[in-house]
């Protein structure tokens, strides 16, 4: 499949045709997503994952290799790892544990020469200074080191919500590096030096049964730091979205436009929260016949009420349109707005640099176990 430029499209349609022979459909809201009702299989390029009972993955597994060439490099059982995507997926019976492999960690570090680094508690300072010795632009050969560390970072910090957002400011550093930023990245590796063996956990607290029919909540936490660019003076997004009382989802952004209070920030960040929760509940509307609730829950009341009401004040005329389509489905009912503590929303972590006890406590809610003793 590689090498010509039709072959990744003629290898998808010939999956397809394979899969959906055998009795599998296609999802509209996540098509590398098949499934037969008792089975899933997710595709990424070459690359599936069974999901289901340990007979029916063997019969459809048997099945199609009589079409096409598979190889067969784990089962996640009880007890078992298995790598799928550079991730090590590890099954403990009640919960799954998602890392990558301990060397992809050892080699970041050992490309910047921390192994043995003074660890840091939290991935950013929440105070930081400037000097003009500082804004001084590194070399070429330090440039690229800066991007090729931050983008393995990338790829970590998929799997640790305490990464999202410092390795999101670093990463809006490639093209003007500055000996500032360098320290920074060094910060942000000396907290990976004492926490490269933190897993992200998925353990829900609700047991789906074919039998039960009660409706189920997606809940989407959203925060925002208004203005906490200072130099594009753009502010951040953060979100986290859990479903059956474990966290499935969440992410760190940079806005796209200025926000001229807290109160626009928050309400471009219940937007950006409810696009992807919304994308997630029609998914979990193809596979489960439970009705989903969709509820946001956001620390800050001026937010709130701009999100529920419907049409602009005189302070929010400027506002595009783009981003006022969280209204509607508010006021339709198809979703859920809540304000809750701040204390209680783990976005908190995903918008700015936090004192240790706060990131220890929202890491705990997000779904970061500790290493073990």
């Known amino acids: 499949m590689y090498g010509l ?29 098949y499934t037969n009702g008792n089975l899933y299989i997710m595709v990424y390029m070459d690359d599936l994952l069974f999901i289901g009972e340990p007979e ?41 544990e998602i890392s990558l492999n ?63 957002f410092a390795v999101k400011e670093l990463a809006r550093s490639l093209q003007q590096t500055t000996v500032r930023d360098k320290q920074r990245l060094r910060h942000c590796l000396r907290y990976l030096a004492g926490t490269s063996n933190r897993k992200f956990v998925i353990q829900p607290t609700i047991r789906l049964t074919s039998t039960n029919k009660e409706p189920l909540d997606l809940n989407v936490y959203t925060d925002a730091d208004w203005a906490g660019c200072h130099v594009t003076r753009k502010s951040t997004t953060g979100f986290v979205i859990q479903f059956l009382g474990t966290t499935v989802h969440f992410g760190s952004r940079t806005q796209a436009v200025v926000a001229l209070s807290s109160a626009e920030s928050e309400f471009y960040a219940i937007g950006t929260g409810a696009t992807e929760a919304l994308h997630l509940k029609n998914f979990l509307g193809e596979i489960l016949t ?33 981003y006022m389509f969280i209204q509607h489905p508010i006021h339709d009912g198809i979703i859920e707005i809540h304000k809750i503590k701040t204390k209680h929303n783990p976005a908190d972590i995903l918008t700015k640099y936090v004192t240790r006890e706060v990131l220890q406590w929202h890491l705990y809610r997000a779904g970061i176990c500790p290493p073990e003793s």
Request: glycine share 6%; charged share 25%; aromatic share 4%.
């Open 290 to 322: 439970n009705k989903i609730n969709l509820k946001m829950n956001t620390a800050s009341s001026s937010g709130k009420s701009m999100a529920a009401c419907i049409g602009v004040s005189k302070r929010a005329k400027h506002i595009e349109l783009k």
């Open 56 to 96: 029916e993955v063997t019969r459809i597994f048997k099945e199609m290799q009589t079409k096409m060439l598979l190889r067969h490099t784990g089962t996640c059982t009880t007890g078992k790892t298995v790598d799928f995507l550079g991730r090590r997926i590890t099954n403990k019976g009640d919960h799954f």
């Open 102 to 164: 301990d060397s992809y960690t050892n080699d970041i570090l050992q490309e910047a020469n921390l192994l043995k680094a003074t660890p840091a508690v939290t991935p950013g300072a929440t105070t930081s200074t400037s000097t003009p010795e500082q804004e001084e632009l590194l070399d070429k050969q330090e440039h690229a080191q800066y991007r090729r560390l931050v983008g393995k970072l990338q790829w970590l910090s998929y799997t640790r919500p305490d990464l999202s």
């Open 5 to 33: 430029r039709s072959s990744p499209k003629a290898w998808q349609e010939h999956l397809a045709k394979v899969l959906t022979d055998l009795g599998l459909k296609q999802l509209q809201s996540e098509p590398s997503v």
